[in-house]
């Protein structure tokens, strides 16, 4: 039977278009951020509302089709795509209302942080969400949610207040702690193994104006900046967030010109505490070693919260690992010494994000996200725009990965992993793997959300 005469009738019952491999849409429309992902599903539906996304996950498990839920599809194993089954594409649920005296926000499932942050911004307010403003919502919560507020004010999942969530048998619950709290402790960290989220409900924090941006260093000082800023981070206020990173520099106007396209280490800072306070509690950076060019100071948090977004447009091709580290050992910064300054071009980096302060003030057991004892999330990802530069590129994020290895914890950010990775998932949940696997036989026991980091129905 013909994919069309397969989903016709799915096709009559949404609102949303369903886009076939004979519709004009379907290669713009198969596409995910990952450049290197080529599959062709039979059909994606681009659901309008969370009626169209139920009825889609149950057409997809009565029909045994392989189902992808993408909400800014930034997987960089490619989740939000598959070959040959049903793509939920939630990119026209995109809607975000803001309590501003509650100070929440919900978010429909498909948003990105730019469209969460735009609406939130002209209150004042915001939540912690990812570095680059193109990545989803939906998919960086559920994994934790690591980035400029985090020391500040935890992960994007410690502000999750509750998710209305189609489960596999195509039915929409409320998932909080007074409702399903069971699925509201599995989604804080879980990633998308427990269905589909067609909104989520968030506690926002008053952050406007920020202070920060980038400081670049020469790469020679890379031990000297390492050190001081394992020490710094360690302690400094938790208004301000900061994550190192090698990086080759890029041409931007702010770097003098001679020294465009040399490697550099930096760290990139976001002070959130009062705004004149900013230029004080960055100054110990601009100790840390001497200073090829730096572009800090006041702006709005969405400006810094897309300041690297051009950067990494979609369509780059994309291989990354991640670990969790407890402290950053001289010999990790050893091992970073002698692979972070070969990074291989301007949009590849090894970013060390830290995740102790706010984040640290919830248990390794009380979400799924089980890693809280660590301080840093540490990723080398690889990006570069032409295919033929692949397995240099896979080769140096693997390297550089394996090195860093002895230095780590066993697991990583499922966020941030490879689609060879699926073999470090219970490495990835330790001690709460167990009770997110029976969960998982309890919401969806025949594994009807298994494109993703997955985590196996306990069984019966
Ligand atoms: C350029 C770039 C920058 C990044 N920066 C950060 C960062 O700063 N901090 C950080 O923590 N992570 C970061 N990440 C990683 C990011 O959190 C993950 O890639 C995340 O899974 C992306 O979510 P998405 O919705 O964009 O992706 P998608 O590919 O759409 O989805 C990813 C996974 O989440 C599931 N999912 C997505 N939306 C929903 C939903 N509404 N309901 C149920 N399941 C859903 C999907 O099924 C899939 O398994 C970054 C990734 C990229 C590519």
Redesign the pocket.
Known sequence: MAATDVTSELAASVRGPLIGPDDPAYEEARK???GMIDRRPMAIVRCADAADVMATVSFAREEGLDL?????????P???TNEGGIVID?SAMRGVRVDPQGRTARAE??C?WADFDHATHVFGLATT????S???????T??????YLTRGHG??CDNLISAD?VTADGQLLTASEDSNADLFWALRGG??N?????S?EFRLHPVSTVYGGPILYPVDRAGDVMRFYREFIASAPEELGAFFAFQIAPPLPFIPEDRHGETMCLIVSCWTGPVEDGEAALAPLFDAAPVVASHVGPMPYPALNSAFDAL?PKGLQ?Y?KANFVKEISDDAIAAHLEHGPAVPCVESTMHA?PINGAAQRVGNEDTAFPYRDANF?CVI?G?WPDPADNERNVAWVRDYSDALQPHSEAGG?I??MADDDQGRIRDNYRQNYNRLAEIKRRYDPGNV?H???NIAPAPA
């Open positions: 995910v951020y990952n992808s839920v993408r909400g800014g599809g930034h997987s960089v490619g989740f939000g939630l499932g498909g990105t969400g990812g570095i680059i193109t990545t989803g919502v939906g998919g960086l559920l994994g934790g949610g690591i980035g992960l994007s969530v990633g998308g427990f269905g589909v989220a067609t989520l990494l994309h990354w994000y999330a990802a990006m950010y966020n941030f959300f494109v993703n980091q």
